[in-house]
């Protein structure tokens, strides 16, 4: 079992950034994908980017391409997204989640086996 704690949410204005970090709670999350997911009222949850567990393959939804980077610190057992130029559409919830998909792109929910209780972003315009 792997646990999953989201931190760095927040609220900011449109135009700035937030740095999300994931922290996991055993050495077995560096063998497995991750991602994050967002959610906002009255939505259904969608994929934002996921990062391979060797962390040479990332995949972006196309509305936060250019903008946002999804990243591993294996030896913290930690992934980030750093997310930049931030719309007020981008107001969510944020969960990072963690599984043995391997297949690209590594959007699919089904694909993840641990999730994380979430971090509120908020984007003021």
């Known amino acids: 079992q792997v646990q999953l704690v989201e931190s760095g949410g927040g609220l900011v204005q449109a135009g700035g950034s937030l740095r999300l970090s994931c922290a996991a709670s055993?050495?077995?999350?560096?063998?497995?994908?991750a991602g994050w997911f967002r959610q906002a009222p009255g939505k259904e949850r969608e994929f934002v980017a996921a990062?391979?567990?060797?962390?040479?393959?990332?995949d972006y939804a196309d509305s936060v391409k250019g903008r946002f980077t999804i990243s591993r610190d294996s030896a913290k057992n930690t992934v980030y997204l750093q997310m930049n130029s931030l719309k007020p559409e981008d107001t969510a919830v944020y969960y990072c989640?963690?599984?043995?998909?391997?297949?690209?792109?590594?959007?699919?929910?089904?694909?993840?086996?641990?999730w994380g209780q979430g971090t509120q972003v908020t984007v003021s315009s």
């Open positions: 989640a963690a599984g043995i998909t391997t297949a690209r792109p590594m959007a699919n929910m089904a694909g993840y086996d641990y």
């Open positions: 055993r050495r077995t999350f560096s063998s497995l994908s």
């Open positions: 990062i391979s567990r060797s962390g040479g393959s990332r």
